[in-house]
């Protein structure tokens, strides 16, 4: 007759659960974001440096030196559909110019400013940053375009 108590008790225990994952699932994302937010908003200026750095370093744009990085003080922030990691993406404008000898040298569009957002991910606590920009799209726009990969988180 004991066991009946245990088994009744473990399904209950259980099924309580099983109600509260959602919800306190939900609360540990919301504390995450917001630790994510902050940490951003304190690390901001090392952050800008350390894209701008990894970014002019990959040679992409081929062809074009990396030369000046404007950073938009708005940040959008969103998971990724697959790892679940935040993502934060920035509006930047970027200037460049040709490599002496490149392909890129003499055309004239080279000295136009671009706009982009660039790409900041929040991995076991660390605010981290591979130089990515996604030219053309503002953050806005890009997590519309993306929204297959991203999921927009909202600001409250």
């Known amino acids: 007759m004991e066991w009946s108590w245990l088994v009744l008790g473990g399904i209950g225990i259980g099924g309580a659960a099983v109600l509260l994952w959602r919800p306190l699932r939900g609360f ?3 504390i995450q974001v917001g630790r994510a937010r902050e940490s951003f908003t304190l690390e901001r200026e090392r952050l800008q440096t350390q894209f701008f ?14 030369t000046k990085c404007d950073f938009d003080p708005t940040v959008e922030l969103a998971f990724d559909r697959q790892s679940r990691q935040i993502v934060a993406l920035v509006p930047v404008t970027i200037e460049f110019e ?6 890129m040298e003499g055309l004239p569009a080279v000295g136009n400013q671009r ?7 929040f991995e076991r606590g660390q605010w981290r940053t591979a130089g990515r920009a996604v030219f053309n ?17 909202r600001h409250e």
């Open 28 to 30: 540990g994302r919301e």
């Open 53 to 66: 750095q990894a970014a002019a370093a990959s040679g992409k744009p081929r062809g074009l030196r990396w």
């Open 98 to 103: 040709a490599v002496e000898g490149g392909d």
């Open 115 to 121: 706009y982009a957002s660039a790409v900041f991910f």
């Open 137 to 153: 799209l503002h953050p806005a726009e890009a997590l519309d375009h993306f929204k297959n990969v991203y999921e927009r988180i």
